[in-house]
């Protein structure tokens, strides 16, 4: 029964824990929020932007850059947990 677990459900988890991490890796794009928060800067310098949408923007890649951070060190740590 043991072997037949083994041949059947790890490759399973195998794959799913792949997809899972893709997925996180696609949801927290570090490059893309950092690309973002330069452009957001480069608008505001152009002065297509304003100090007010700046800011605000600025505040909100901000925050999801750092929770984007801590996925991905959480990931590289295999800290990962599925709650439901």
Do not use: C
Request: glycine fraction near 4%; charge should be negative; hydrophobic fraction near 40%.
């Amino acid at each position: 029964m043991f072997v037949l677990d083994d041949l059947l459900f790890r490759p399973f988890v195998g794959i799913v824990d792949a997809i899972h991490t893709i997925a996180l890796d696609e949801l927290y794009d570090v490059d893309g929020l950092e690309d973002e928060l330069k452009e957001n800067q480069l608008l505001y310098e152009l002065g297509e932007r304003s100090e007010e949408k700046y800011r605000r923007r600025k505040a909100e890649l901000e925050d999801e850059l750092e929770i984007a951070r801590e996925v991905h060190e959480r990931l590289a740590s295999g800290r990962v947990e599925v709650k439901s």
